[in-house]
Every structure is written in structure tokens, then in C-alpha cells.
């Protein structure tokens, strides 16, 4: 019944993918990955400060779980801080893929879109499989899968805000418009319901970080997240039923006691 | 071969200074722990070129490793 869930050839079984930032501690990262059930987990590059242990713990972590791995250029204001970035997680991690971010606004960590175009028709180049991480506009989609972004990503709201869809037209329309891209809601959820708001619209995926990670379980969230996601792709592959401003009786009316046809 | 220099230089290392006293970036390396990747001036620079990268007074090096990312 459940389509297969498709980045740029790699099948998942698992429409969920999480990131591995701001969890308690290392430990419940590992557990609340391990619980989701994803299969693939969204990391980073920073400066190496040699007095610090903490980052090869948190690799050898991340290598046990033996996710796929999906970099991301979190932080770049400029194509050339995002392709640098994209080349140096490219040889560390050993994947063509990356989650392409470039702000244009350091208050709703918006997407530039315009610098985004320009950095993933560099990366499709230069043989990286870009996954953009954009807004909802219809036309900066369209031009990012015309370029040959297979996956997008648009945001539901900011980055860890945890409001939900903020224009669930903007997503119908992306969904209805390109219906060939896999599309991934990324950033901005907050909690289960959100989740399968997206994927009942017929989202391929979705990713998030901040409402696992920050939640007083995490790994009680992880497994509400991915039930979710479940349910939710399984509610779109079944169809809704149509919407109605009426009431429409489910019991049949035909045989109704205490009717008479006529008055007495 | 890159042309070695004992000379001192003082070059951006991640972002703070430092006098080095080889201009061989492969020289510089071995203090960091593996996996890492470099940047110089904001370019990649690709382990395979390690070998044959001179470091000048002024350059800027970033030299990054795994971390959380959402």
C-alpha cells in the first residue's frame, strides 16, 4: 500500500528524519534516533577545538547507529561558505548528499532564495545531491526542481519554533503543483499532529529536530513522531473523504420507528 | 613538493591567531584527530592536497569536525 520513499535513489523505509542537536545529552540522542525508527539523521561540521573530547564521542555515537547521513550547511550566509562547507562534509561523510541551508534572515532564520538557487545549481554541478531547505513559494520550488533538486524541502514555520503549518495553502499548492518532487516539510514542527498534517497532504517525509530533541522525553516523542508520520502517510494513500458544509445522517434514515407516512 | 620555510608566520587558525613555525600545512595537522576537513581563505582544500599547500602570513585556516546538526 506505502509507496516507496525515495532520495535521489536511496529507498527508506522510514518517511521520519531527525536531526541529532539539542538533546540532553548524548545517550538520549542515541536512544530517541534508535526509537523513531529513522534512517537517516541530519548532522554538522564545526571548528575542531583540539581540549574538546565531546565531538568524537558524539561521532562514534552517530557511527554505531549506522544511519544514513545527511550534512547540512547550517549557518551559511553566502554560496561560497555553503560550497565549502558541502565540499569539506562530502569527504568527512562520504555522501554526495546535502541539506543545502543559506539564511537570508538571522531573526526567522529564513532562506535566501535567491542565493539558494545559485549555490544549488553550483552543488548539482559538481555532482552533490542537493536537498534544499526552503521556504513554501511556489515559484522558488519550481525553480529549484527545474535545476534538479529531486528533494525539497520546505519549511512549515522557522526553525525550532514549534508552530506548525503556518500556510497550509502554500503547502496543498506545492504538493498539487509538483507532484513529482519528493518533498520533505522541514523545520517548524512542533509536535506529533503537526506531522501528520503534512504527510495527510501527501508529503513524502518530514524532518525535525528541535520538537524531539526538546520535548521533557525525547524518546517518548521520537515514537510519537513516528507513529505519526505512519499514520498520517497511511490516512493520504487511503483519501480522505470529501469535505461538505452539511450534515449528512451515517445511520440510514429508511425505517425509522415512531415515522408515520401520514398524520393520524 | 611544497618549498619548506622555518621562518614564523602568523596565520587565523579557526578563528584566533597563531604563530606557526612551518609554512607546511601537513606540519600543522597532525594536533588535530581525525575525521576533519580544511578550509583555507574560505576554499577547500581536499586531503590530497595537504602535501602541497603553503601557508602564508594572514591566511586563514578552518579545520572542522563532526557535530549535532538539526
Given at each position: 500500500?506505502?509507496?516507496?520513499?525515495?532520495?535521489?535513489?536511496?529507498?527508506?523505509?522510514?518517511?521520519?528524519?531527525?536531526?541529532?542537536?539539542?538533546?540532553?545529552?548524548?545517550?538520549?540522542?542515541?536512544?530517541?534516533?534508535?526509537?523513531?525508527?529513522?534512517?537517516?539523521?541530519?548532522?554538522?561540521?564545526?571548528?575542531?577545538?583540539?581540549?574538546?573530547?565531546?565531538?568524537?564521542?558524539?561521532?562514534?555515537?552517530?557511527?554505531?547507529?549506522?544511519?544514513?547521513?545527511?550534512?547540512?550547511?547550517?549557518?551559511?550566509?553566502?554560496?561560497?561558505?555553503?560550497?565549502?562547507?558541502?565540499?569539506?562534509?562530502?569527504?568527512?561523510?562520504?555522501?554526495?548528499?546535502?541539506?543545502?541551508?543559506?539564511?537570508?534572515?538571522?531573526?526567522?532564520?529564513?532562506?535566501?532564495?535567491?542565493?539558494?538557487?545559485?549555490?544549488?545549481?553550483?552543488?548539482?554541478?559538481?555532482?552533490?545531491?542537493?536537498?534544499?531547505?526552503?521556504?513554501?513559494?511556489?515559484?522558488?520550488?519550481?525553480?529549484?526542481?527545474?535545476?534538479?533538486?529531486?528533494?525539497?524541502?520546505?519549511?512549515?514555520?522557522?526553525?525550532?519554533?514549534?508552530?506548525?503549518?503556518?500556510?497550509?495553502?502554500?503547502?496543498?499548492?506545492?504538493?498539487?503543483?509538483?507532484?513529482?518532487?519528493?518533498?520533505?516539510?522541514?523545520?517548524?514542527?512542533?509536535?506529533?499532529?503537526?506531522?501528520?498534517?503534512?504527510?495527510?497532504?501527501?508529503?513524502?517525509?518530514?524532518?525535525?529536530?528541535?520538537?524531539?530533541?526538546?520535548?521533557?522525553?525525547?524518546?517518548?516523542?521520537a515514537q510519537a513522531f513516528s507513529q505519526a508520520?505512519?499514520?498520517?502517510?497511511?490516512?493520504?494513500?487511503?483519501?480522505?473523504?470529501?469535505?461538505?458544509?452539511?450534515?449528512?445522517?451515517?445511520?440510514?434514515?429508511?425505517?425509522?420507528?415512531?415515522?408515520?407516512?401520514?398524520?393520524? | 613538493?611544497?618549498?619548506?620555510?622555518?621562518?614564523?608566520?602568523?596565520?587565523?587558525?579557526?578563528?584566533?591567531?597563531?604563530?606557526?613555525?612551518?609554512?607546511?600545512?601537513?606540519?600543522?595537522?597532525?594536533?588535530?584527530?581525525?575525521?576533519?576537513?580544511?578550509?583555507?581563505?574560505?576554499?577547500?582544500?581536499?586531503?590530497?592536497?595537504?602535501?602541497?599547500?603553503?601557508?602564508?602570513?594572514?591566511?586563514?585556516?578552518?579545520?572542522?569536525?563532526?557535530?549535532?546538526?538539526?
Open positions: 500500500m506505502q509507496s516507496e520513499f525515495n532520495i535521489y535513489g536511496q529507498t527508506l523505509s522510514s518517511r521520519l528524519i531527525l536531526g541529532s542537536a539539542l538533546y540532553p545529552n548524548p545517550a538520549l540522542m542515541q536512544q530517541a534516533l534508535q526509537q523513531s525508527g529513522c534512517e537517516a539523521v541530519t548532522l554538522s561540521l564545526r571548528r575542531q577545538a583540539p581540549e574538546q573530547q565531546g565531538g568524537e564521542q558524539f561521532w562514534q555515537l552517530i557511527r554505531d547507529l549506522k544511519l544514513k547521513l545527511l550534512p547540512n550547511t547550517a549557518g551559511c550566509h553566502s554560496v561560497q561558505q555553503a560550497l565549502t562547507l558541502a565540499q569539506m562534509s562530502r569527504e568527512i561523510f562520504q555522501t554526495n548528499w546535502i541539506k543545502l541551508e543559506l539564511i537570508g534572515d538571522d531573526y526567522n532564520l529564513q532562506p535566501d532564495p535567491i542565493l539558494l538557487l545559485q549555490a544549488a545549481e553550483q552543488l548539482l554541478a559538481d555532482g552533490f545531491e542537493v536537498l534544499p531547505y526552503c521556504t513554501d513559494d511556489l515559484v522558488l520550488c519550481k525553480r529549484l526542481y527545474e535545476l534538479g533538486c529531486k528533494v525539497l524541502m520546505p519549511w512549515a514555520a522557522p526553525i525550532g519554533s514549534g508552530l506548525g503549518v503556518l500556510n497550509p495553502y502554500a503547502l496543498r499548492t506545492l504538493r498539487e503543483r509538483l507532484p513529482d518532487a519528493t518533498l520533505i516539510v522541514d523545520a517548524g514542527l512542533g509536535v506529533p499532529s503537526h506531522a501528520c498534517q503534512v504527510m495527510e497532504m501527501g508529503f513524502d517525509g518530514v524532518l525535525l529536530n528541535s520538537a524531539v530533541a526538546l520535548a521533557k522525553d525525547p524518546v517518548l516523542m508520520v505512519s499514520a498520517g502517510r497511511s490516512a493520504f494513500v487511503a483519501g480522505a473523504m470529501p469535505k461538505q458544509d452539511f450534515a449528512s445522517p451515517s445511520t440510514p434514515v429508511l425505517g425509522m420507528p415512531f415515522w408515520l407516512q401520514e398524520a393520524p | 613538493m611544497a618549498e619548506h620555510m622555518k621562518t614564523e608566520l602568523n596565520i587565523w587558525l579557526n578563528g584566533k591567531t597563531e604563530t606557526l613555525n612551518s609554512n607546511q600545512l601537513s606540519h600543522l595537522l597532525p594536533r588535530f584527530k581525525a575525521p576533519f576537513a580544511v578550509a583555507l581563505n574560505g576554499c577547500f582544500i581536499a586531503a590530497n592536497q595537504y602535501p602541497n599547500t603553503v601557508l602564508k602570513a594572514g591566511d586563514q585556516l578552518d579545520i572542522v569536525s563532526p557535530i549535532a546538526g538539526g
